[in-house]
């Protein structure tokens, strides 16, 4: 096999990507791709230990592309655009202290005993989704459940009204699409620029409503730190924002929908936490390992050069941390192809490590085990409607997930 040969994205990739990445971690576990105009540089990391050890050292992989650039170059930088900087400026962007800075503006609404107050309110969504599905006997669990349920969760978190949900949905949907697919595509670049501006609109409006009537949510929290001045420009206000809503549900619905999976193909296991529900937790985290919702961290930058097995990233080189391919580690994790509740080894890093470590990871939690829950209560009998083989995943190289989850499940007979 040829290394720069091997697919590392697409529909046929996606289908099945691990045994790729065992073949990168025995014989290319520091790969380099470069882009066709040969300008750039991207980095696979894919061995556990190297992937956790990046993850922890956010002062040489940098968040921020500027970090990484000498003050000459940063000078010479072009500026982005007015628009992308609305929506860009976030803590999953930022370094250092402005990292620390937004983070601390929300790290209260997302701790865990915070996050614990909102479990009654997550059953009751929760239970009116399945209440409006149980008695078809079937269901695409992605788009009637894991969907709905995950942006109703951050969006009442956030305080977007219950009418604006749907249209929060699609805005986010298509924001999240890889940026190097839009900029190949003009027409899809301009449909990503009126979504921006639609998006920003709705936030203007959003906004002055929450100052003319302030409520107990986050975005009124959050204008209150912009007013006071210096904690939080009205850039980073909708950058915040725009990152809480996309995270905040694009990876829940995988990690819903992903573990839902992952016990439908293995019924031993599923028969077992039915009669012992202490093994949800244990569940959740080995189904995190095993396929979670996000196959590859965000990307990093070197900010000096970096030597690893034998390969030199350079300054400024794009850095990719393939996570999907750190729980499949064969130097850490004894059989780890199979899905194992009572497994040893290291902590997943399926939520990350180190300062950007998830800040949702108590909120992702709870709507898994909620999930969970209710699909056990009300669904006794579930299955998967169409053949592990048959099912599509996301060609987002972020994002791993099916695009759709067809469940069916048996209907009482009719009482007379
Ligand atoms: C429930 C809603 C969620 C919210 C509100 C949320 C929020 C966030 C935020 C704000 C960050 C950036 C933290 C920082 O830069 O300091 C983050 C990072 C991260 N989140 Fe979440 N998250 C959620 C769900 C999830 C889920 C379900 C997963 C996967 C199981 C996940 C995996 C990650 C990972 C891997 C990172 C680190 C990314 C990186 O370092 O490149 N998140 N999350």
Redesign the pocket.
Known sequence: MHAEKMLLSGPKFKANPYPTYAWLRENAPVHCRVSRDGAARMWFLTRYEDVAAA?RDAERFV?DVRTAMTPEERARAPEPPPLYRLLTH???N?DGAT?AR??GL?NQA?SARQVETLAPRLREIAEDLMAGVVGRGRMDYVHDFALPF?IA??AE?LGVPERDHSRFRAWSHILMAPSSDNARNVRKTERLQRVMVDFVRYLEELCAERRRAPRADLITRLLEAEEAGDRLSTEELYSMVL??TI???E??V??LANQTLTLLTHPAVLEAIRSDRSLIAPAIEEA?RFD???ER????FAAEDICLHGQTIRRGDAVS?V?ASAHRDERVYREPERYDLARGGPRH?????????????P??RL??RVALETLLERLPDVQLAIPYEALRWQTNPIVRGPKTLPLRWRLPAMQL
């Not at 961290?297 to 990093?300: F, K, N, S, W």
């Not at 890093?349 to 990871?361: D, I, S």
Request: aromatic share 8%.
């Open positions: 993850l968040k976030h803590m999953l930022a990292h937004l983070r929300v997302f995950s969760v951050i978190l990152l809480l995270v905040g549900h990876t829940s995988y990690l995190i979670g919702p996000v961290a965000t990307m990093r941390l996570l890093l399926g939520f990350g490590l180190g300062a950007h470590y998830c800040l949702g990871a909120l992702a709507e898994a």
